[in-house]
Protein backbone atom coordinates (compact mmCIF):
# COMPACT_ATOMS: atom_id res chain seq x y z
CA UNK A 1 0.00 0.00 0.00
CA UNK A 2 1.59 3.19 -1.39
CA UNK A 3 -0.87 5.99 -0.04
CA UNK A 4 -0.58 9.45 -1.85
CA UNK A 5 -0.80 12.99 -0.55
CA UNK A 6 -3.98 15.16 -1.13
CA UNK A 7 -4.22 18.44 -0.89
CA UNK A 8 -5.15 19.87 2.63
CA UNK A 9 -3.99 23.34 4.00
CA UNK A 10 -4.52 21.89 7.47
CA UNK A 11 -2.65 18.62 7.05
CA UNK A 12 -0.13 20.86 5.39
CA UNK A 13 0.43 23.18 8.68
CA UNK A 14 0.04 20.83 10.90
CA UNK A 15 2.68 18.45 9.81
CA UNK A 16 4.77 21.63 9.09
CA UNK A 17 4.68 22.32 12.77
CA UNK A 18 5.43 18.91 13.27
CA UNK A 19 8.51 18.16 11.20
CA UNK A 20 9.97 21.60 12.96
CA UNK A 21 9.75 19.43 16.14
CA UNK A 22 11.26 16.63 15.13
CA UNK A 23 14.08 18.94 14.74
CA UNK A 24 13.49 20.17 18.11
CA UNK A 25 13.94 16.54 19.45
CA UNK A 26 17.49 16.04 17.90
CA UNK A 27 18.15 19.52 20.25
CA UNK A 28 16.95 17.43 22.96
CA UNK A 29 19.34 14.29 22.29
CA UNK A 30 16.70 12.56 20.50
CA UNK A 31 16.28 10.83 17.52
CA UNK A 32 13.87 12.77 15.40
CA UNK A 33 10.53 12.11 15.54
CA UNK A 34 7.65 13.76 16.36
CA UNK A 35 4.24 14.06 15.97
CA UNK A 36 0.57 15.94 16.67
CA UNK A 37 -2.58 15.06 17.38
CA UNK A 38 -5.64 17.17 16.44
CA UNK A 39 -9.11 17.39 16.68
CA UNK A 40 -10.31 19.66 13.52
CA UNK A 41 -8.03 22.23 13.30
CA UNK A 42 -7.21 22.21 17.42
CA UNK A 43 -3.22 21.05 18.31
CA UNK A 44 -4.94 18.46 21.36
CA UNK A 45 -1.01 16.99 21.85
CA UNK A 46 2.28 17.93 20.39
CA UNK A 47 5.22 15.17 21.13
CA UNK A 48 8.73 14.23 20.27
CA UNK A 49 10.21 10.77 20.97
CA UNK A 50 11.54 10.72 24.86
CA UNK A 51 12.94 6.63 23.91
CA UNK A 52 16.42 8.51 24.57
CA UNK A 53 15.76 10.48 27.94
CA UNK A 54 13.75 8.07 29.20
CA UNK A 55 15.93 4.96 28.32
CA UNK A 56 12.99 3.21 27.50
CA UNK A 57 11.88 1.95 23.75
CA UNK A 58 8.52 2.31 24.22
CA UNK A 59 8.27 6.08 24.28
CA UNK A 60 7.48 6.68 21.16
CA UNK A 61 6.24 10.11 19.99
CA UNK A 62 2.81 8.90 18.55
CA UNK A 63 2.00 6.71 21.97
CA UNK A 64 2.95 9.74 24.11
CA UNK A 65 0.51 11.95 22.28
CA UNK A 66 -1.65 9.28 22.34
CA UNK A 67 -1.89 9.32 25.82
CA UNK A 68 -1.68 12.67 25.97
CA UNK A 69 -4.74 13.37 24.03
CA UNK A 70 -6.90 10.30 26.27
CA UNK A 71 -5.87 12.59 29.24
CA UNK A 72 -6.87 15.66 27.76
CA UNK A 73 -9.80 15.06 26.20
CA UNK A 74 -11.17 12.62 28.94
CA UNK A 75 -12.14 9.83 26.85
CA UNK A 76 -10.17 6.72 25.20
CA UNK A 77 -11.56 7.21 21.87
CA UNK A 78 -9.78 9.64 19.64
CA UNK A 79 -12.82 8.93 16.72
CA UNK A 80 -12.72 12.20 15.89
CA UNK A 81 -9.06 13.28 16.14
CA UNK A 82 -5.97 13.16 13.44
CA UNK A 83 -2.51 11.84 13.85
CA UNK A 84 0.41 13.88 12.16
CA UNK A 85 3.59 12.03 12.47
CA UNK A 86 7.05 12.64 10.27
CA UNK A 87 7.82 9.25 10.00
CA UNK A 88 4.96 6.38 9.05
CA UNK A 89 4.10 4.85 12.49
CA UNK A 90 5.54 2.00 13.47
CA UNK A 91 3.32 -1.17 14.56
CA UNK A 92 3.03 -0.51 18.43
CA UNK A 93 2.12 3.05 17.52
CA UNK A 94 -0.29 1.66 14.45
CA UNK A 95 -2.00 -0.56 16.57
CA UNK A 96 -2.69 2.47 19.28
CA UNK A 97 -4.15 4.46 16.49
CA UNK A 98 -6.57 1.28 15.56
CA UNK A 99 -7.80 0.82 19.15
CA UNK A 100 -8.46 4.70 19.67
CA UNK A 101 -10.03 4.55 16.17
CA UNK A 102 -8.29 7.77 15.11
CA UNK A 103 -10.35 8.44 11.95
CA UNK A 104 -6.71 9.97 10.21
CA UNK A 105 -3.09 9.56 9.84
CA UNK A 106 -0.99 11.89 8.09
CA UNK A 107 3.13 11.07 7.87
CA UNK A 108 5.58 12.67 5.88
CA UNK A 109 8.17 9.35 5.34
CA UNK A 110 7.37 6.35 4.76
CA UNK A 111 8.77 3.26 6.77
CA UNK A 112 9.10 0.23 4.43
CA UNK A 113 10.56 -1.95 7.07
CA UNK A 114 8.88 -0.89 10.13
CA UNK A 115 6.03 0.67 9.44
CA UNK A 116 2.56 -0.22 10.71
CA UNK A 117 1.18 0.48 7.17
CA UNK A 118 3.67 -0.43 4.47
CA UNK A 119 5.16 -3.04 6.18
CA UNK A 120 2.67 -5.07 7.90
CA UNK A 121 -1.00 -2.86 7.05
CA UNK A 122 -2.13 -2.49 10.82
CA UNK A 123 -3.33 0.90 9.64
CA UNK A 124 -5.07 -0.89 6.44
CA UNK A 125 -6.22 -4.04 8.27
CA UNK A 126 -9.73 -4.93 8.06
CA UNK A 127 -9.85 -8.02 10.07
CA UNK A 128 -9.65 -6.76 13.12
CA UNK A 129 -12.67 -4.25 13.02
CA UNK A 130 -15.16 -6.63 10.58
CA UNK A 131 -14.65 -9.35 13.98
CA UNK A 132 -14.64 -7.04 16.54
CA UNK A 133 -16.56 -3.86 15.66
CA UNK A 134 -17.69 -2.80 19.19
CA UNK A 135 -13.71 -2.12 19.57
CA UNK A 136 -12.47 -0.94 16.41
CA UNK A 137 -14.03 1.19 13.54
CA UNK A 138 -12.88 0.81 9.97
CA UNK A 139 -9.52 1.60 8.68
CA UNK A 140 -8.51 5.01 9.23
CA UNK A 141 -7.57 7.60 5.98
CA UNK A 142 -4.30 7.02 5.44
CA UNK A 143 -2.12 10.15 3.86
CA UNK A 144 1.51 9.56 3.20
CA UNK A 145 4.19 11.04 1.69
CA UNK A 146 3.12 14.47 2.48
CA UNK A 147 5.94 17.42 3.00
CA UNK A 148 8.55 14.19 2.44
CA UNK A 149 11.38 16.65 1.41
CA UNK A 150 10.86 18.66 4.24
CA UNK A 151 10.68 15.89 6.29
CA UNK A 152 14.10 13.93 5.14
CA UNK A 153 15.90 17.31 5.15
CA UNK A 154 15.48 17.13 9.29
CA UNK A 155 17.37 13.17 8.76
CA UNK A 156 19.93 14.46 6.62
CA UNK A 157 21.07 17.30 9.02
CA UNK A 158 20.87 15.37 11.77
CA UNK A 159 23.15 12.12 10.68
CA UNK A 160 23.76 12.83 7.11
CA UNK A 161 26.02 9.47 6.74
CA UNK A 162 23.58 7.41 8.59
CA UNK A 163 20.83 8.89 6.66
CA UNK A 164 22.15 7.88 2.93
CA UNK A 165 22.66 4.07 4.70
CA UNK A 166 19.06 4.04 5.82
CA UNK A 167 18.05 5.10 2.03
CA UNK A 168 20.56 2.55 0.52
CA UNK A 169 18.95 -0.06 2.50
CA UNK A 170 15.52 1.23 1.40
CA UNK A 171 14.55 1.48 5.21
CA UNK A 172 13.38 5.06 5.16
CA UNK A 173 11.39 6.51 2.01
CA UNK A 174 9.34 6.06 -0.40
CA UNK A 175 11.72 4.20 -3.56
CA UNK A 176 8.77 4.01 -6.05
CA UNK A 177 10.51 5.44 -8.83
CA UNK A 178 12.94 6.86 -7.43
CA UNK A 179 16.75 7.04 -8.00
CA UNK A 180 18.35 4.40 -5.64
CA UNK A 181 20.87 5.88 -3.02
CA UNK A 182 23.98 4.80 -4.22
CA UNK A 183 27.39 4.17 -2.02
CA UNK A 184 30.78 2.36 -2.76
CA UNK A 185 31.03 -0.87 -0.94
CA UNK A 186 33.93 0.55 0.47
CA UNK A 187 32.23 3.26 2.06
CA UNK A 188 29.49 1.39 3.26
CA UNK A 189 31.74 -0.61 5.30
CA UNK A 190 33.43 2.30 6.73
CA UNK A 191 30.59 3.94 7.96
CA UNK A 192 28.85 0.11 8.96
CA UNK A 193 29.31 1.08 12.61
CA UNK A 194 27.59 4.08 12.81
CA UNK A 195 24.07 2.76 11.31
CA UNK A 196 24.54 -0.27 14.11
CA UNK A 197 25.07 2.56 16.55
CA UNK A 198 21.53 4.34 15.08
CA UNK A 199 19.69 1.05 15.08
CA UNK A 200 20.76 -0.04 18.80
CA UNK A 201 19.70 3.93 19.72
CA UNK A 202 16.14 3.11 17.86
CA UNK A 203 16.04 0.21 19.89
CA UNK A 204 16.93 1.72 23.01
CA UNK A 205 19.07 -1.20 24.18
CA UNK A 206 22.02 -3.69 22.93
CA UNK A 207 19.71 -6.20 21.33
CA UNK A 208 21.28 -4.94 17.69
CA UNK A 209 24.49 -5.61 16.74
CA UNK A 210 26.57 -6.25 13.58
CA UNK A 211 26.73 -10.08 12.83
CA UNK A 212 29.71 -11.38 14.51
CA UNK A 213 30.55 -8.75 16.89
CA UNK A 214 28.92 -10.79 20.10
ZN1 LIG B 1 6.10 3.82 17.09
Redesign the pocket.
Given at each position: MNPRPTADPCDTQMLTRCIELSRQATRDGENPFACIICDGDRIVAETTTRAARDGDITR?A??LAISAAQRILGTKSLAHCTIYSNIE??A??AFCIRETNIRRVVYSIASPVLGGLSKWNILGDTDISDALPEIFQAPPEVVGGLLEAEAEQVWREWHPVDWAILRQRRAMGNHDGATPVTATDSALVSVRRLFWRTLRSWLGDDHARPPGTR
Open positions: HEIPCMC
